[in-house]
């Protein structure tokens, strides 16, 4: 795993986690002036996933690091990103480029989060597409 320092969103949380993990998907952007991304093309994703709250589970944990990887990782991991049925090839606003990929991943976990009875926050969500580029999403609605 890459070690890397992430910025560090701002919360008033007494708890913060943070999971780190990688993917491997292809994608293509439909888009004209998406260059030669409109082919198809692969990528080895690195994310870091930022989650706080006031409370631990009964377990004490925010949440499982497993978890946090299931979601993503079962789902994304050697996928073609423009075949999950939350991208759309006809509205930009849900190409998978890394941006909305970044979001999306944010979406996933606090859909999650939120059935959990103490009410952890995704934060944030840094997205390394390649070793020079990365995207970081980061939640209006988080405290």
């Known amino acids: 795993m890459m070690q890397q320092i992430y910025p560090t969103p701002v919360h008033g949380y007494q708890f913060e986690l943070n ?17 030669s991304c409109q082919l198809t093309h692969g990528h080895t994703y690195f994310v870091n996933i930022t989650i706080a709250g006031d409370s631990l589970d009964d377990s004490g944990f925010l949440i499982n690091f497993k978890t946090i990887k299931d979601l993503i990782h079962k789902r994304f991991d050697h996928t073609l990103l423009n075949d999950d049925n939350c991208f ?18 944010c979406e996933i976990i606090q859909k999650h989060l939120d059935t959990l009875g103490h009410k952890p926050q995704c934060l944030q969500v840094f997205l390394r597409e390649t070793p020079t ?11």
């Open 133 to 143: 580029s990365y995207v970081i999403y980061r939640s209006k609605e988080a405290k």
């Open 88 to 105: 759309s090839n006809k509205i930009a606003e849900n190409f998978p480029t890394t941006e909305v990929m970044a979001k999306t991943i």
């Open 19 to 35: 999971k780190d993990f990688h993917f491997a998907a292809a994608h293509y952007i439909p888009h004209p002036e998406a260059g």
